[in-house]
Structures are given as C-alpha cells and as structure tokens.
C-alpha cells in the first residue's frame, strides 16, 4: 500500500511539474487483452501482446474463433468459405460485399495481399451471434505492436456458415 501511495504521488507531481504545453504521461488504460501504452496518446497501442480471451463455447463463438485463426494462417480462401452463398459483409467506410464471389475476392486478394496478424481480444456471443474486438500487429515506431482496430458482429446461419459480418473499424489515429 506505502509503494502504491508513493508511486500516484509521484505520478501527481510529475503531472503537476510539467512544463506548460508538455504532455503529461497518463497511467496505462486497462481495455480488453491488456493495457494501452501511454506513451501513444493518439493510438490505441497495446503495452505488449494482448491476452487470449475465453471464447464462450458456442457455435457463433466456435467461427469466429477459426475466422482469426485463418486469417493469422494465411487461408484466405478459406476464411471466404466460411460465408454462406448468400451472405454479407458489411463495413462502415466501403462498399457492401454480397455472396461468396465477392467475399472471396476481397480476402484472397485485398486482405491476402496485406497478410495481417490478428489477435481476439474479447468474445461474447450466444448460438447465432459472437462479437469479437480484434488487435493488429503493425510496426510502430520502428516496433511490431499491437493496436486496437475493429469489433466484428458474426451472424451464423442455420447451415452454421456467416450469414452476416459487420466490422466496426476503429478509425486510423496518429
């Protein structure tokens, strides 16, 4: 408790001792996966590699699950082979996919030709539905680090494929 005090006190004065228009240095934020590193006030950037969630043990959960591991896996097409014929994918800034063709298109080839390192940070689903909050690996600061960038919302079908995905991309801070 004495080592507690003594460091937010510290912190106070360090804070309060700052020179006019210097940034103090806020604690590390606690968010799903770990901490955010303070020293990036301007991005969500994780102090190290986030932690592994529980994934609750339902069917939604159980795709989105192999849709994280695919993509880190590099299996593009079958990451699209996880969609039904008819399904969607839908994100805020562009254009809707609808069916198979087009999904397939988009990961074999947009999202193949980035090969991005994903990690789950949080799930939270029932039989039809599983929310995932996902990290990317990035270099920042000459650093691979990790950095918050979407919640997806999965919708599985009765034939256990997506029905329906909708990524909610954290907009791109400095």
Sequence with gaps: M????KGAIALAAAMLLAPTGAMAIEPPMLVSGGQLDSAFPGADVYI???SSPAVPATPACAVAERYVALINAG?????AA????TATFLEPMRPTLRG???IDAFYTSRIGAMAPKIAATSY???DAECVVALALQTAI???QRWVMVSVDHFIIGADGKIASMTAYARPTRS
């Design 124 to 126: 939270l689903g029932n």
């Design 141 to 143: 600061a000459g650093q």
């Design 2 to 5: 004495i080592n507690q005090t």
């Design 75 to 79: 299996k593009y097409a079958e990451v």
């Design 100 to 102: 198979r063709a087009e």
């Design 48 to 50: 190290g590699t986030p």
């Design 82 to 85: 996880l969609y039904a014929d």
